[in-house]
């Protein structure tokens, strides 16, 4: 059984700038650019979340919403080098660490003989004490259900601190925590097939798991094999670390590489939409697959 832990970086641009100026912590604050050049909302502080403010928003629009808005320049190079200082952590405890972005990766600690959740919790802590950044982690068998995992554990953190959240799905109970889920909370379900599954009266990813497989591909194709896969929790991708995928891309010729989504889903369009249930900096397991209640079942 393979043991698999996603690190997601909590705000992590917002949280550079509080280290380099520990004034703004508590504040309402956005990364990015000035409204009058038409700037954006690159990242924002979790007390600016309370107003409505999120990435990707016009910069003139964040301060509608909230006028006391604090608004500090992108500063690149400061993000880089505090990232490369996390991921370097993270090949102290293994080499299979497969960087998504600047502020996200997998890890696969199978051949650690300690448990997952303890090494998630050391890590984390350890984040947290070397480098003074906010992490949270999701914890499962699969890089699948790793991920979503950590997306419900930040999305229980209320109050304006960092989620810090930590959630384990213990191997075995995948398709019990995926279940009680929204649909569009799975990998590869976007507003548009969403949509198509909302008019099948499909609303949860129990819902897809107890559809025949069969009618899914009908309708969808692969796609509707891979969400039938999916739904109940299985997934075999390896972790691939950066050596790998250097092998790779000298190996396959670009043109015969199909681009690859971060983490098979699109950040800009799940990530908003995330589940906010879960622990701010307690560790949680999903509940066993004998428990009526898997998970949390209302959105952020």
């Known amino acids: 059984m393979r043991k698999i832990i996603h690190l997601d970086l909590d705000a992590f641009f917002c949280a550079v700038e509080e280290l380099r100026d520990p004034t703004l912590r508590g504040k309402p604050f956005a990364v990015g650019g000035q409204p009058e050049s038409r700037g954006v909302v690159a990242s924002c502080s979790y007390a600016a979340r309370r107003f409505g403010v999120h990435s990707a928003l016009p910069m003139g629009q964040a301060l509608r919403l909230c006028p006391t808005l604090l608004i500090v320049p992108v500063r690149h190079s400061e993000y880089a080098a505090a990232s490369r200082r996390v991921m370097a952590i993270l090949h102290t405890l293994t080499p299979r660490v497969e960087q998504i972005s600047i502020d996200e990766a997998f890890l696969d600690?199978?051949?650690?003989?300690?448990?997952?959740?303890?090494?998630?919790?050391?890590?984390?802590?350890a984040i947290r004490r070397d480098l003074g950044l906010p992490v949270s982690l999701g914890v499962a068998a699969n890089k699948l259900v790793a991920k979503i995992a950590n997306n419900v554990g930040k999305a229980a953190a209320r109050g304006d601190a960092p989620p810090s959240a930590l959630l384990v799905v213990p191997p075995g109970d995948e398709a019990t925590f995926l279940a009680p889920?929204?649909?569009?909370?799975?990998?590869?379900?976007?507003?548009?097939?969403?949509?198509?599954?909302?008019?099948?009266g499909i609303h949860t990813i129990g819902d897809i798991a107890h559809w025949p497989e069969r009618d899914l591909v009908q309708r969808f194709g692969k796609h509707g094999q891979e969400l039938a896969r999916h739904a109940c929790g299985l997934?075999?991708?390896?972790?691939?670390?950066?050596h790998e995928?250097?092998?790779?891309?000298?190996r396959t010729p670009l043109c015969a590489m199909s681009p690859t989504p971060r983490c098979c889903a699109p950040r800009c369009s799940n990530r908003r939409r995330r589940w906010r249930p879960c622990c701010g900096g307690s560790t949680c397991s999903a509940p066993p697959s004998s428990s009526s209640s898997a998970g949390p079942t209302s959105p952020r």
């Open 181 to 200: 889920l929204p649909a569009d909370a799975l990998w590869g379900v976007g507003p548009k097939t969403a949509a198509r599954l909302e008019a099948l």
């Open 109 to 125: 600690v199978t051949d650690r003989p300690q448990a997952a959740a303890a090494l998630a919790v050391d890590l984390q802590q």
């Open 235 to 242: 997934d075999d991708r390896p972790v691939v670390t950066e």
């Open 245 to 250: 995928r250097k092998s790779i891309s000298q």
